[in-house]
């Protein structure tokens, strides 16, 4: 991959949360946000005139618990929901009813499975196997079985030992094009740091706009253009941009 690229005044930053701006924990209540992250994302906020958001599988609500609504503009979900800077909430219709038979499932599965967790987003539902990553394949063909079942208007997204089920025709690559469809995104160069396969829609998306995509973490192949190797590397990275900068021309 290529080296990072330069910094610029007119960039457009969306970071993923969980792999990227925080370690990944067994439990996605069990993460731990560093004292500093607040204060890093403000500065960030503040030297790209706004143009910052978090683009994240966790719920809007789950986010703003975790960073005390430090950050305005946020996309939760895969993409599912969006809080522009304005305030304004983007969501899809309620379609929770419709996953009853799979949240049925899967909590069946993980009380049977101390190593699996389900976690209900509401509009989507996740099942993590991190505690034991061998039930990876009795816990996709499950998921799977449902997720077909409900049609092609539910999709499936698999991330790091966790399957995700909710309504199609949203990620984070759609979400980053609402994103910059409006101020103070419009107009800037869109720069995206993720970590996981769900990351990679955000990856895709950000190239097409000619803008910069940074995966953290070296495991795989990926549509990133750019590496970082750790999440150490990743927050380092981004507590140097606010004083490196490069004024627009």
């Known amino acids: 991959m290529a080296g990072l690229p330069t910094p610029r005044a007119d960039w457009a930053l969306f970071l993923d949360f969980d792999g990227t701006l925080v370690e990944i924990a067994e439990h996605p209540e069990a993460v731990h946000v560093p004292a500093q992250l607040i204060g890093l994302l403000d500065a960030l906020v503040q030297s790209l005139d706004g143009a910052v958001a978090i683009v994240s599988g966790r719920p809007l609500e789950g986010l703003d618990a975790l960073l005390g609504g430090a950050l305005p503009a946020v996309a939760g979900l895969h993409g599912l929901e969006r809080r522009s800077l304005g305030g304004q909430i983007h ?6 009813a419709e996953l009853d038979g799979l949240r049925q499932a899967l909590e069946a599965f993980a009380g049977e499975h101390p190593g699996a967790h389900v976690e209900d987003k509401g509009n989507a539902i996740a099942l993590h196997y991190r505690g034991d990553p061998a039930l990876e394949r009795p816990a996709r063909a499950l998921v799977e079985h449902h997720c077909e079942s409900l049609g092609e208007s539910f999709r ?3 991330g790091k030992q966790v399957l995700e089920v909710g309504p199609a ?8 094009e609402a ?29 097409r706009l000619g803008g910069h995509s940074i995966r953290i973490g070296t495991d795989r192949p990926t549509a990133a253009s750019h590496a970082l190797a750790s999440v150490n590397e990743a927050y380092q990275w981004l507590n140097r941009l606010p004083r490196h900068l490069r004024p627009i021309q």
Do not use: W, Y
């Not at 969501?91 to 929770?96: E, M, Q, S, V």
């Not at 025709?169 to 980053?176: E, F, L, M």
């Not at 409006?182 to 769900?198: M, N, Q």
């Open 169 to 176: 025709g949203h990620d984070k690559g759609t979400v980053i």
């Open 91 to 96: 969501r899809p219709a309620d379609r929770r």
């Open 179 to 207: 994103f910059m469809a409006e101020p103070p995104f419009h107009g800037r160069i869109p720069v995206c740091l993720g970590d996981d396969v769900t990351d990679e829609d955000a990856f895709a998306a950000v190239n």
């Open 156 to 158: 499936l997204q698999s």
